[in-house]
């Protein structure tokens, strides 16, 4: 677990990466509360917290009696999100330190595929 996020979101997180991953299908069961709470050892409460805000975001849905599910369109959702998030936190200021150092947006792509090319994705 991260210890610099709350356990709850960390759990919507776990579930959002299952979902990306293709380990969770739409339309399929996720995994309970109490799994979930099991699984990560915390509160069910602090579990419940973090699927709720699934069901808030229209990332999971409740069928009564049966229980959680995976949205219909969730993972388009869920990396569209991820997508605006990367570009707030690393784009924007890769952008900003860029335009401090005079380099183009060709530059910087032209670094971005010569450190790509070099790194290992391992």
């Known amino acids: 677990m991260d210890e610099g996020k709350p ?3 960390q759990i919507a997180e776990m579930v959002e990466d299952q979902i990306v991953d ?3 299908l739409e339309e399929e069961k996720a995994p309970s509360t109490n799994e979930l709470a099991a699984f990560s050892r915390i509160n069910p409460a602090t579990a419940a917290k973090g699927v709720n805000m ?3 975001k229209g990332i999971l849905y409740k069928r009564r009696g049966i229980g959680m599910f995976v949205s219909p369109g969730a993972r388009e959702a869920v990396l569209t999100e991820r ?3 990367f570009a707030a936190s690393y784009i924007a200021p890769l952008i900003a330190e860029a ?3 005079g380099l183009s947006p060709d530059d910087v792509a032209q ?3 010569e450190h790509a090319s070099t790194t290992s994705t391992s």
Do not use: P
């Open 7 to 9: 356990l709850f979101v």
């Open 22 to 24: 293709g380990t969770l």
């Open 99 to 101: 335009r401090k150092l």
């Open 54 to 56: 699934l069901v808030d």
């Open 83 to 85: 997508r605006s998030a």
């Open 111 to 113: 670094l971005i595929n």
